[in-house]
């Protein structure tokens, strides 16, 4: 990165370049590897603009800003939950005749959204240069790189803060996605503050949330397939999984609101805040 002093910019445009760069070397021929690559640089920029939104006090608009790839990011989740779901009914225990249908009704969505996402990158890979930022939204204000570095650690600082207060034995399924977008823009403070700042300081700290946030993925992609199971179970007559046959198999319920974090991630994210207070001084 450049370090001007208007390093709000810098931070922005570089994003937007990384963005784009990643756009351009997509495949004709989108394997699922490539459409989770691809949210996840989407999922980057969305943090980048978070983090942009705290420092520039709300001036620069994060949600409008994102509106731009929302469509895309969409879309692009609904092929990536395809995909898994897919995978994942590999690993269920269930008749032949009924996992054909089931792929059949999976492979049918996914190639509709398939069409949209191939769409939709098109249009952004032609809008992308045109995103124009006003003056006003923050990015021109005065900021060295070191005060850059303190206004992230003040992120973070207050993102530990935020999850303290979480309630992590919670068996809501919205108090569960709440920990986990907590924990994304967490590491993603992390993770700017050791490349801008050129410190290994917070790579154990940020390698714990990455893995407990990446636990928490697998059990909200194991609930994503229960519901797609079901539903495709109710389409085609058939009676729904028993709660207790997928809790068996997969360690997740159909009801939603039986979910629990399992007590290592619990154990791991508990860890990571202990630690916080000797980093965070």
């Known amino acids: 990165m450049a370090y001007r002093k208007r390093y709000l910019r810098t931070f922005y445009n570089d994003g937007q370049y990384a963005f784009r760069q990643r756009i351009k070397k997509l495949p004709e021929v989108l394997k699922p590897e490539d459409v989770h690559r691809l949210r996840l640089a989407m999922k980057k920029l969305k943090y980048d603009y978070r983090l942009l939104e705290y420092i520039s006090s709300g001036k620069f608009d994060a949600k409008k800003q994102f509106s731009h790839y929302q469509k895309l990011f969409r879309i692009a989740g609904e092929v990536r939950e395809d995909d898994v779901n897919s995978r994942l009914a590999e690993e269920l225990d269930i008749q032949a005749d009924l996992l054909t249908r089931y792929r059949h009704f999976v492979n049918r969505n996914h190639d509709t959204n398939y069409r949209y996402l191939k769409k939709s990158i098109g249009r952004i890979g032609r809008r992308n240069a045109k995103v124009v930022i006003p003056d006003n939204s923050g990015l021109n204000k005065r900021m060295n790189k070191r005060k850059f570095v303190r206004q992230i ?121 202990e630690e916080s207070k000797n980093f965070l001084h």
Not at 176 to 182: A, P, Q, T, Y
Not at 227 to 243: C, E, P, Q, V, W
Request: glycine residues 4%.
């Open 153 to 273: 650690y003040s992120v973070i600082k207050w993102k530990c803060k935020r999850i303290r207060k979480l309630n992590l034995k919670s068996k809501n399924t919205i108090e569960i996605h709440r920990l986990r977008k907590n924990l994304k823009i967490l590491h993603r403070a992390m993770r700017v503050y050791s490349e801008v700042n050129e410190s290994k300081r917070l790579d154990k700290p940020a390698g714990e949330v990455k893995q407990a946030e990446r636990q928490l993925g697998v059990i909200h992609d194991r609930a994503v397939f229960v519901s797609s199971m079901n539903d495709f179970l109710k389409k085609t007559g058939i009676a729904s999984i028993r709660s207790k046959e997928t809790g068996k198999v997969f360690g997740v319920r159909a009801d939603s609101k039986s979910n629990r974090l399992p007590t290592a991630i619990i154990d791991k994210i508990g860890r990571v805040l």
